[in-house]
């Protein structure tokens, strides 16, 4: 399969998921799903992308990003990938690949595509039978633990039903 070329920055708001190599639970460890958290923190802090949500499963995650100035989502994905594996491999002598190669994203259109994915994101771990609710896994932004940075700007409202026909009400 092909992997698309994201050679200029395209912005906007997006979800992103990427798997495991092999799709291997590598994620069951402390050690591993801290370093993961580090290395998204990190790269947020250099302005690379704003984080508005986060799910790190066994054996994949689930971002909602928007890439910063001049940062294309390719890049901000290889900061992810590429700098959690590193510290992996060499904190935790791992010896095989982290990351599956390429990534699924979907760019955000509205509100409601928003709030829909991050709904996703929340309840992926219940779904997983990790935990009872969205609240209770600690790798998942929903635990309230992490800081965030606000819903991006500029997504459009949902649409509302307004009635229609040019008919004024009789007294």
């Known amino acids: 399969m092909a992997i698309p070329k994201r050679h200029k920055s395209t912005q906007g708001t997006y979800f992103v998921t990427s798997r495991t190599w092999q799709s291997r639970p590598l994620f069951t460890s402390e050690s591993a799903c801290t370093i993961f958290i580090q290395t998204i923190y990190h790269y947020r802090d250099k302005k690379a992308y704003q ?75 219940v779904k997983a039978k990790l935990c009872c609710a969205p609240a209770e896994y600690q790798w998942c932004s929903a635990c309230g633990r992490f800081e965030l940075d606000e819903v991006p700007q500029g997504l459009k409202p949902p649409v509302v039903a307004r009635p229609h026909g040019t008919a004024k009400a009789v007294p």
Do not use: C
């Open 51 to 125: 984080l508005h949500a986060f799910v790190l499963m066994r054996d994949h995650f689930h971002v909602l990003l928007t890439p910063g100035q001049d940062v294309t989502l390719e890049r901000a994905i290889q900061y992810i990938k590429g700098g959690s594996a590193y510290r992996i491999g060499k904190e935790l002598s791992f010896r095989f690949p982290v990351w599956q190669r390429g990534f699924s994203d979907h760019r955000i259109r509205d509100m409601e595509d928003y709030e829909g994915h991050l709904r996703y994101m929340e309840w992926n771990p």
